[in-house]
């Protein structure tokens, strides 16, 4: 069934009748014929399709750099989407110009990507430097030049730029313009992006439902068929804010997306260190998309956001659009890709106990690759303590075929003192707790040993005034 949207795209407003699961990547360049937008993977692995997506927040838009081989139409309802073409200037913009200059680019079938994610750099941030800048390109790969090339250009743009903290969309977009890196059709789209309002949608069933999130499972799994489903866009269901405290609980919507958390103030003073895990978790493209919601519910057993949560003695609350009900998330998953969740039943949110008193939390996780991978095995350990430890949560994916709250390795830990002698112990629980099977992520025997060695490493990195690197080897 086809939707009506209303949307600007780069400089023109579009409404449209279209299927909602649509990629946005067939959109511009089958219907709109806008062929800067490349298709390498349609796996979100690539970044060759990267778009911004810009959306009101207040005054200000907010851009962030998208997979649109994973984004369905219906995301960008209300919304400025920005192609490569949509960020045309007169001749090429300073970034453009290093490029090629610097020999950063050959075939070009990267370029569009990696000049849509500087450009969200551009908008985004106040830390004008190269690291920064890198880290919005992480997510795009070049298979003909090199990196190295691409850094020189970057480096080379960015050495003397100053682009002023963003206090005032129109101050940062006039100042981009002013040095020729946007077009000056972009000033004017707040006003434009006001008269098209994004309505809340009240869920009241429907069967078959296949709920979407970020898309960024559902669209690399089923592609495609998704527009013969009945597809549900949770974005329009669930509205309103994304993290918040009530009485001495945080909550967190299922909405909520990964960048969401990394730049969340309450998240980053709670649990500073989630920082650690944001950064292994897939490219800023992905987090800006990927869900808690779609984390849990996809049911893999090395969610990273699963993980984090079961150390957390998270909850999760399911609606079917009348009812709610909430169980603990260890209770959740049931068995391989099995969850304790009604077909009509869709996550709404998460709650956690606010911690109390001396706490802290760390997250490991060894991928086949350190960045933009998923795990062979996670794990993540919360502990309160006093001079003892009072409370301890510690989960682990990789090693069960759910993402496993370790429920004897954790009582194990309370009342014990920190100390090599405790984390000796706890690694025996836990070793005995797991059941790991041999995949294309690792044997069994390596999973085991990794699950060994990570425990040992988060000791180390919470105690290091009492674990010492000799202890943690034993
Ligand atoms: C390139 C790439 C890198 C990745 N890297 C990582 C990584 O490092 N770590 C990691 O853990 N994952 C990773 N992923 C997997 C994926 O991005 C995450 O699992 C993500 O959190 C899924 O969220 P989503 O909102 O995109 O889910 P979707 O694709 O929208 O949905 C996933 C599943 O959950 C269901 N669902 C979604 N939301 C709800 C809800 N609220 N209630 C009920 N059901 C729901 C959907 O029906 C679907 O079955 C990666 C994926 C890609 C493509
Ligand atoms: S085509 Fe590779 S990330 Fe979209
Ligand atoms: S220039 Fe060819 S892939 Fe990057």
């Not at 780069?10 to 409404?15: I, K, L, M, Q, S």
């Not at 390109?137 to 963003?166: M, P, Q």
């Not at 984390?295 to 909850?315: C, E, Q, R």
Request: charge should be neutral; aromatic fraction near 10%.
């Amino acid at each position: 069934m086809n939707v009506h949207l209303k949307f600007i795209c780069n400089n023109e407003y579009v409404e449209t009748d279209i299927n909602p699961s649509v990629t946005v990547l067939d959109f511009l360049r089958l219907q709109k014929h806008l062929t800067g937008t490349k298709e390498g993977c349609r796996e979100g692995d690539c970044g060759a399709c990267t778009i911004l997506v810009g959306e009101m927040t207040g005054n200000f838009i907010r851009y962030k750099s998208v997979n649109s081989c994973l984004l369905p139409v219906s995301e960008i309802h209300g919304r400025h989407i920005v192609s490569i073409e949509g960020l045309n200037v007169k001749g090429m913009s300073p970034f453009q110009e290093t490029l090629v200059n610097e020999g950063g680019t050959q075939c070009g079938f990267c370029t569009p990507g990696f000049v849509v994610s500087f450009a969200s750099f551009l908008l985004s941030t106040d830390s004008f430097d190269t690291e920064t800048a890198l880290s919005f390109l992480g997510g795009n790969l070049c298979r003909c030049t090199g990196h190295n090339r691409i850094i020189s250009a970057v480096e080379k743009t960015l050495s003397g730029f100053n682009g002023g903290a963003a206090t005032s969309f129109s101050e940062r977009v006039g100042l981009l313009k002013n040095k020729n890196f946007l077009p000056a059709y972009f000033a004017d789209i707040p006003e434009r992006l006001k008269s098209i309002q994004r309505e809340h949608k009240i869920f009241e069933g429907a069967e078959n439902a296949v709920f979407v999130s970020g898309g960024t499972d559902l669209f690399v799994q089923q592609g495609d068929s998704l527009t013969e489903k009945n597809t549900v866009f949770l974005s329009g269901v669930l509205k309103g804010e994304k993290i918040w405290i009530e009485g001495d609980e945080l909550f967190l919507s299922a909405a909520a997306t990964v960048s969401d958390l990394e730049n969340s103030e309450i998240i980053n003073r709670i649990f500073p260190t989630f920082k650690d895990l944001s950064k292994l978790f897939g490219s800023l493209q992905i987090r800006n998309r990927a869900t808690l919601g779609g984390n849990i519910n996809n049911a893999s057993p090395i969610g990273d956001m699963s993980v984090f949560l079961l150390s957390l003695n998270a909850k999760v609350f399911l609606s079917n659009g009348k009812t709610i009900r909430s169980l603990y998330l260890k209770d959740y998953f049931k068995d391989y890709k099995t969850l304790d969740r009604n077909e009509d039943e869709f996550t709404q949110k998460f709650s956690i106990p606010l911690p109390r008193g001396g706490y802290k939390l760390s997250f490991e996780k060894v991928s086949k690759r350190t960045y933009l991978d998923i795990a062979s095995v996670n794990t993540s350990l919360y502990i309160e303590y006093d001079s003892v430890i009072t409370k301890a949560g510690l989960s682990a994916g990789g090693v069960s075929p759910v993402p496993l709250f370790l429920k004897e390795s954790s009582g194990f830990l309370i009342g014990k003192e920190i100390s090599s002698s405790t984390l000796v112990g706890l690694v025996e629980a836990a070793l005995g707790e797991i059941k790991p099977i041999s995949d294309v992520r690792g044997s069994a025997e390596y999973k085991t040993l990794l699950l060994g060695r990570l425990l040992r490493a988060h000791f180390l990195k919470l105690f290091p005034e009492v674990i010492k690197a000799e202890d943690a080897l034993c």
